[in-house]
C-alpha cells in the first residue's frame, strides 16, 4: 500500500525531520537514510517501522535542522582571543598608549571568531529522531488505513460478482449433459437412418460425457476459497499474501473448469470470472 508521512521532534536544542514514503511491494523492504551523526539508530529505526507494517517498499529519510540559515554558527576561539589581547597589551607599552581594547575591538582580530557547524548533541538529536519517526508513521499509516477503506469495498464488491458468476456456471453445468443427449440422440438417428437409437449406447456417451465436462468439484472449491477470502477481509490482520494465494488457487479452479466446459453460455461465464479475478489480484497487490 503506499502512503506518506512527515514527523518533526526537538530534544535539547536539536531539531529533526523524518520523511516516510511508501509504495506497492510483494514483501516489506525498509530503507534507512540517516545524517552521519544518527547512523547509530538505524537498526531501531528499521524495527520500529517494521513493527508497524508487514508490506511495502517503505523508505525513511531523516534530517538535522540547522539552528541557523547558513547552518553556521559564531565560534570563539578563547586561546586566540587572550593571545591578541596580550599582543594588544604588549603594543600598548612599547608605545605608551592607554591599554583598554574592547571586546568588539578582539573579535574583530583575524582568527578570534570563527563561522563553524554547531556542535550537535547526539543524545538529544536522537531522542528528537525517535519522536520524528513516530510522528511520520501515524501519518503514514493514517494515509494507508484510508486507501485500506476503499480497497475492502472495492474488492468485496468484486467478490460478491464472483460468487454471483460461479453460482450462475452451478446452475449451467447440468443443462450440458441434456444439451449434449439431445444434439448426440439427434445425430445419432440421422446416421442409422431410422433404424433406431441404441439406449444403451446413448447411455454410455452420455456417461463419459457427463464424467469429462464434471466441474462440481472445482465449483465445491471455488465456494471453500470465497469463504476464506471473505473471513480474510474481515480479519484486523495483514493478509494481503494469503488473498493473493487464494486469487491463486481460484484462478486454477476456474482454468480447470473452463477446459471441461462444453456450453458456450458457461464459457462465457468463465471468461468473465477470468477477467474479474485479475482484476482482483492487481488489487490485492496493494494490500498488506
Not at 121 to 132: H, L, P
Not at 252 to 274: D, F, H, M, P, Y
Request: aromatic share 2%.
Amino acid at each position: 500500500m503506499t502512503g506518506f508521512g512527515v514527523g518533526r521532534g526537538g530534544a535539547g536544542g536539536e531539531e529533526v525531520t523524518a520523511e516516510l514514503k511508501a509504495v506497492n511491494h510483494k514483501y516489506l523492504e525498509v530503507k534507512v537514510r540517516l545524517p552521519r551523526d544518527l547512523q547509530p539508530l538505524e537498526t531501531e529505526l528499521q524495527r520500529l517501522v517494521k513493527g508497524a507494517c508487514a508490506r511495502g517498499a517503505v523508505e525513511l529519510s531523516l534530517r538535522r535542522t540547522a539552528p541557523t540559515a547558513t547552518g553556521t554558527v559564531p565560534t570563539v576561539d578563547a586561546s586566540m582571543a587572550l593571545a591578541w589581547r596580550e599582543a594588544l597589551s604588549q603594543v600598548a607599552r612599547l608605545t605608551g598608549l592607554p591599554d583598554a581594547p574592547t571586546a568588539g575591538q578582539l573579535a574583530a582580530q583575524p582568527g578570534v571568531v570563527r563561522m563553524e557547524e554547531p556542535s550537535v548533541d547526539v543524545g538529544a538529536a536522537q531522542a528528537a529522531a525517535r519522536v520524528a519517526t513516530v510522528e511520520a508513521l501515524s501519518g503514514l499509516l493514517a494515509m494507508r488505513e484510508r486507501e485500506g477503506v476503499a480497497l475492502l469495498a472495492d474488492l468485496s464488491s468484486r467478490l460478491e460478482r464472483v460468487a454471483q458468476l460461479v453460482r450462475q456456471l452451478q446452475s449451467l453445468a447440468p443443462r450440458a449433459v441434456g444439451e449434449y443427449r439431445e444434439r448426440l440422440a439427434a445425430r445419432l438417428a440421422e446416421l442409422s437412418a431410422g433404424a433406431g437409437v441404441d439406449p444403451g449406447r446413448l447411455a454410455q456417451e452420455l456417461a463419459l460425457f457427463a464424467e469429462r465436462t464434471d466441474i462440481a468439484e472445482e465449483l465445491i472449491r471455488l465456494d471453500s476459497h470465497l469463504v476464506q477470502f471473505r473471513a480474510l477481509l474481515a480479519s484486523e490482520e495483514p493478509a494481503g499474501r494469503k488473498l493473493d494465494f487464494l486469487l491463486q488457487e481460484m484462478n486454477r479452479e476456474v482454468n480447470t473448469a473452463g477446459s471441461k466446459i462444453q456450453s458456450a453460455e458457461a464459457s462465457a461465464r468463465v471468461v468473465e470470472l477470468k477477467a474479474e479475478l485479475e482484476r482482483m489480484r492487481e488489487q490485492v497487490q496493494n494490500v498488506e
